[in-house]
């Protein structure tokens, strides 16, 4: 698996050029692995290689550049590795759900995992703010994908299930963040408990 912490090019993807694409890209690069706190507009300026009114032309404010990244992330990491990773992996639904821990497992091995950004960014925004409501909604699109795995399997009661199972994805996340790489093998373990004891409709 390539790293996934930064952004590549794909078929779906926007070509990487202009002013605005280098832009985003440095602020992709630099908001995954550091976070939006830590990471000035001077800084993402430095890395974009372009001029302070360049950014502000296509960029208003640090916080919409924030929600461009967080989008950017949903496609890129949400969509096009996650999702497909646990679709082309599970040969079941509930195969593809536990898929998800071991594509977790993989990612957690790469020397620059950097967590969740949507998790950093929910942690480091202010309550109730745009960016703290867009890194909430991004999350809750990830359980999309959870619900519709569950529903597939022929689970019960799939509010809850993608609740629980989102909390096994988020725990062992910030659990590698501590340094627990096995973190992942772990929670898929759990995850099998659960799959095995959830009710069917």
């Given at each position: 698996m390539t790293s996934i912490s930064i952004a590549s090019v794909s078929p779906g993807s926007p070509a990487?050029?202009?002013?605005?694409?280098?832009?985003?890209?440095?602020?992709?690069?630099?908001?995954?692995?550091?976070?939006?706190?830590?990471?000035?507009?001077?800084?993402?300026?430095?890395?974009?290689?372009?001029?302070?009114?360049?950014?502000?032309?296509?960029?208003?404010?640090?916080?919409?550049?924030?929600?461009a990244f967080l989008q950017r992330r949903e496609i890129l990491w949400t969509h096009q590795w996650l999702?497909?990773?646990?679709?082309?992996?599970?040969?079941?639904?509930?195969?593809?759900?536990?898929?998800?821990?071991?594509?977790?497992?993989?990612?957690?091995?790469?020397?620059?995992f950097e967590g969740c950004s949507f998790i950093n960014v929910l942690l480091e925004s202010t309550p109730n703010s745009s960016i703290h409501r867009a890194a909430t909604a991004h999350l809750a699109d990830i359980r999309t994908i959870i619900t519709s795995q569950a529903a597939a399997a022929g689970?019960?009661?799939?509010?809850?299930?993608?609740?629980?199972?989102?909390?096994?994805?988020?725990?062992?996340?910030?659990?590698?963040?501590?340094?627990?790489?096995?973190?992942?093998?772990?929670?898929k373990e759990a995850g099998a408990l659960l799959l095995k004891s959830w009710p069917r409709v």
């Open positions: 990487l050029n202009g002013a605005k694409e280098r832009v985003l890209q440095a602020a992709y690069e630099l908001f995954a692995q550091h976070g939006i706190g830590a990471v000035g507009v001077e800084t993402i300026i430095a890395r974009a290689g372009v001029a302070k009114m360049t950014l502000y032309r296509h960029f208003k404010s640090k916080e919409e550049l924030v929600l999702e497909t990773e646990i679709l082309t992996t599970g040969k079941t639904p509930t195969e593809a759900l536990l898929a998800i821990f071991d594509a977790f497992d993989q990612w957690f091995q790469q020397p620059d689970l019960a009661d799939l509010e809850k299930f993608a609740q629980i199972w989102h909390f096994l994805m988020k725990g062992c996340i910030i659990s590698a963040n501590e340094g627990n790489l096995s973190a992942a093998k772990q929670a």
